[in-house]
Structure formats: structure tokens, C-alpha cells
Nanobody
Framework: EVQLQASGGGLVQPGGSLRLSCAAS????????IVWFRQAPGKGREGVAC????????YYADSVKGRFTISGDSALNLVYLQMNSLKPEDTAVYYC???????????????????WGQGTLVTVSS
């Protein structure tokens, strides 16, 4: 059974940086990707960044393009989310998850979130 643990959240001032880590184990042999998604207070879930297991293809939400970078080891047992130029609207609980499939060949963000663990809180505030 897959297990995922996100860490690295905290309080940061606007314009600052944080790096989140995701430890993933027992991925299913055909899981497509690891994805970071977030949920802000009172809002729905939003996919943030995704990295595929084969070829390391990366995808980003428009709201974080140019500011966030997803990376990982070759097996995606350890995945990072480097977050720069943080804004108050980035405040949320961040989760890492498996995306079992590539859900679309046309959507610029084709990853879903199928299994996730405990999230880590990121607060951007002065």
C-alpha cells in the first residue's frame, strides 16, 4: 500500500521561499506521477505541480508557473516542491499524492490525486 508524507511547511513572509518534501513508498507499478495539490481555507483542492515517473515530465498550474519547481529522484521516492516568490494566496495545506493515470492528453495539467497522506501547512504572511 502506497504511503506518502509531506513535510517542510511553515510560516514565510511574502516574497520568501520554502521547499516541501514528499517521501513516497510502495508506489504501484503503473502509477503515472506524483502530484502536489493544495487546499486553502474555505476553498477547493487545486493541483499545483506534477512530475511523471517516466521521463520526468513536469506540469504546473498557471498560478505557480515560473515560481514553483517540482523535482524528484528517479524512482520518485523523494519529491520536492521548491516554492519561490511566495504570495499570501499561496497559503494552504499542501499534499503530495499519486496520480494513477495521465488523465488527459489535452489538459495542460493532466494529473489527478488518487492517494495522499497528511499535508503540510504553508502560511504566507507578514
Amino acid at each position: 500500500e502506497v504511503q506518502l508524507q509531506a513535510s517542510g511547511g511553515g510560516l514565510v513572509q511574502p516574497g520568501g521561499s520554502l521547499r516541501l518534501s514528499c517521501a513516497a513508498s510502495d508506489l504501484a507499478s503503473n502509477d503515472y506521477a506524483i502530484v502536489w495539490f493544495r487546499q486553502a481555507p474555505g476553498k477547493g483542492r487545486e493541483g499545483v505541480a506534477c512530475i511523471s515517473r517516466w521521463g520526468g515530465r513536469t506540469y504546473y498550474a498557471d498560478s505557480v508557473k515560473g515560481r514553483f519547481t517540482i523535482s524528484g529522484d528517479s524512482a520518485l521516492n523523494l519529491v520536492y516542491l521548491q516554492m519561490n516568490s511566495l504570495k499570501p494566496e499561496d497559503t494552504a495545506v499542501y499534499y503530495c499524492a499519486t496520480s494513477r493515470y495521465k488523465y488527459s492528453d489535452y489538459d495542460p495539467f493532466p494529473c489527478g490525486w488518487d492517494v495522499w497522506g497528511q499535508g503540510t501547512l504553508v502560511t504566507v504572511s507578514s
